[in-house]
């Protein structure tokens, strides 16, 4: 995740935390070379300019130059000024209806293929999710043909239920229409997924505002596409203006967006970040927290997302004792199929490093090391041909046994042979993390804290 600009401001940083005494032309530099990754990075220029002008009013200004830690202080100065530029504190979704007996309607809007339908369907299932409510999804996309069917597609994958709305008739007839089926069906929270155009135009703009009269809603939410970068800045100044935007969505955050639009959106519109989309997969959907993302930019880490996630797969039991294998280096090949298909539930190895105090920079060597999709189904199928007392000694494999677990699931002996000598990798590197006290060893003061979850 805005992977250049993570690199810059931690290589600033770290010029700061290697030097013996820090003097006022050190920080003067290092503010330099934040002010350049930041502009790289696509920020707003009079965003950047107030950032920078609060980092180095705190920095010269209080007595960080002459404190023994002026490094970590200084440290912790970038990443408040951070946090403060993306909103502060986390701003929670409200889903209160406006009349009792009446759902609560949030409208889904924004330009083209910006990640509306998907990100209704991802709402959706949040709401039901982590808040116990009955959540229903609207689609009001009649212009595009197949725009109502692929919410419908969605809402049958996830038994999510979704209003059969004519294509033939209007957005404002159908909103009507669907008072009456959100009533009957019970519904608490109505998704509005509206259509998307190229550019802000009249014509949307009238139609949203119709919407907007017809059943007062209690979010409009904007669902801009992150790698636009400052366009999506203007996209959601425009809507804002005309409609009153209440949040925002961050979609495709898991591509290679630079962070220009997260860093710049907030302060420029103020209007909040709400949600961030972090997939395709209904399930990639993330709370916006600022001190979390801000962590995670300077390579921090975001342990409580890290952890807040991994209870919703994880047996804490289980994890412990891991754990504790992993340090002492008696972690099996056993534990590690647990852990394959526990990473799977997590969305795989590289979303789980990149929570990680530390990991983000290193994840691009281990990526190379982490097996992908098809590798893993065939480690899967290598460590289901071995015996217990194998899976638990893989010391004992010898020839004529790694002969056997090839044939057994259909791979090659240079497979089963490419396999041990990756687990016995990741079984050294594991045992290393854990050593490493997963972000004692980082920023001391802040972030860090708690072991790993598994
Ligand atoms: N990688 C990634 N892709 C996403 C994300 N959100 C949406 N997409 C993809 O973006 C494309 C467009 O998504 P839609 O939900 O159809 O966008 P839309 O805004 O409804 O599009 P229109 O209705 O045509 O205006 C699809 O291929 C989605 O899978 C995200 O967070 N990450
Ligand atoms: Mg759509």
Known sequence: MFDNLSEKLLGSLKKVRGQGKITEKNIEDAIKEIRLGLLEADVNFKVVKS?????????????????????????????????????????????????????????????????????????????????????????????????????????????????????????????????????????????????????????????????KQIWAPSEILLVADAMLGQQAVSVAEGFNERLGLTGLILTKIDGDARGGAALSIRESTGVPIKFLGVGEKVGNLEVFHPDRLASRILDMGDVVSLVEKAQDVIDEKEARTAAKKMAKNQFTVEDFLKQIQMMKKLGGIESILGMMPGMGQAMKKMKNMAPPEKEIKKIEAIIRSMTDKERRNHKILNGSRRKRIAMGSGTEVSDVNKFIKQFEESQKMMSRFMKMGMGRGGFPGFGGGGGMPF
């Open 51 to 211: 950032f920078i002008d609060k980092v180095k009013e705190k920095a010269l200004g209080q007595d960080v130059l002459n404190s023994i830690s002026a490094g970590q202080q200084f440290t912790k100065i970038v990443h408040d000024e951070l946090v403060n530029v993306l909103g502060g504190e986390a701003t929670p979704l409200n889903f209160r209806n406006s009349k009792p007996g009446e759902p609560a309607v949030i409208f889904m809007v924004g330009l083209q293929g910006t990640g509306k339908t998907t990100s209704s369907a991802k709402l959706a299932l949040h709401l039901r999710q982590k808040h116990g409510k009955k959540p229903g999804l609207l689609p009001v996309d009649v212009y595009r043909p197949a725009a109502i069917e692929q919410l419908k597609t969605l809402g049958k994958q996830n038994e999510l239920p979704v209003f059969s709305s004519d294509p033939n008739k209007k957005p404002q007839q159908l909103l009507e229409e669907a008072k009456v089926w959100a009533k009957e069906e019970m519904i608490e929270v109505l998704i509005v997924d509206t259509a998307g155009r190229l550019q802000v135009d009249e014509n949307l703009m009238t139609e949203l505002a119709d919407l």
